[in-house]
């Protein structure tokens, strides 16, 4: 028996940016696959309405691979995949499996010899690259820096180092209600002449995307508190 494929499905970025994120043949797909495998089960039914869901959503499988479930077998999450049943991944935002739990999902997808089936979408990471005007031949993303903020400020001072030695950006983020702290790290640990990008609520009504020096970024005040931000920095 043939087996079916996983396609990666992005999810929009923003509750407006609807519009901006999909395509005619992410529109048509959903309306042919009866199973999802989501992180967010009310981000993907709400997803899958915007995108033009015409299938009863009560016909539709969903597997969960929430936080509460990412510990388990999730073996159970490939039963139609091995039964020849396409499926579709998707992440509570952006692209699955970056910086996304989904990479487990697609890495056993490999392991089965399933086939990935990648769909174009949007990801805050690139597309803040994209707007920086910082390097983008050359760039590293480290998903979440430390807490502890000694430890934060060592770790920046090293991305620092690493972007001066390679010409390369670095990307990062953190949660939501400690990016303010994480820029005052920013602004007291980097260099004067140091590039930073501030990428936030991209695809938004609010979107706020802005490439300064730290001299200029300590003039400037800015709110990012429980906003969705990916930083960018280049010596």
């Known amino acids: ?18 519009s901006l994120s999909f395509s005619h043949y992410s529109s048509s797909l959903i309306n042919q696959l009866k199973t999802y495998i989501v992180e967010n089960e009310k981000t993907a039914r709400k997803f899958l309405k915007e995108a033009g869901l015409v299938t009863p959503q009560s016909a539709l499988v969903l597997h969960d691979y929430g936080k509460h479930q990412r510990s388990g077998d999730i073996s159970s999450f490939f039963s139609e995949l091995m039964k020849g049943e396409d499926v579709g991944l998707m992440s509570e935002a952006g692209c699955p499996g970056i910086a996304d739990p989904g990479a487990d999902i697609v890495a056993e997808a490999h392991r089965r010899k399933i086939r990935v089936i990648p769909l174009p979408g949007p990801n805050s990471m690139i597309q803040a690259l994209m707007s920086s005007g910082l390097n983008g031949q050359s760039f590293a993303f480290h998903g979440y820096l430390p807490i502890d903020k000694a430890d934060r400020s060592r770790r920046l001072k090293e991305l620092e180092n690493l972007s001066g030695k390679y010409h390369q950006t670095q990307l990062f983020m953190e949660t939501p209600f400690r990016n303010n702290a994480l820029l005052d790290d920013l602004l007291k640990t980097l260099l004067p002449a140091t590039r930073l990008c501030i990428a936030a609520q991209i695809n938004s009504q609010e979107e706020y995307i802005h490439t300064h020096t730290i001299a200029e970024w300590r003039k400037i005040t800015v709110d990012l508190h429980k906003k969705p931000v990916v930083f960018l920095l280049l010596k």
Not at 1 to 18: D, H, N, Q, R, T
């Open 1 to 18: 028996m043939s087996k079916g494929s996983l396609y990666l499905i992005p999810v929009p970025l923003a509750p407006e940016a609807a």
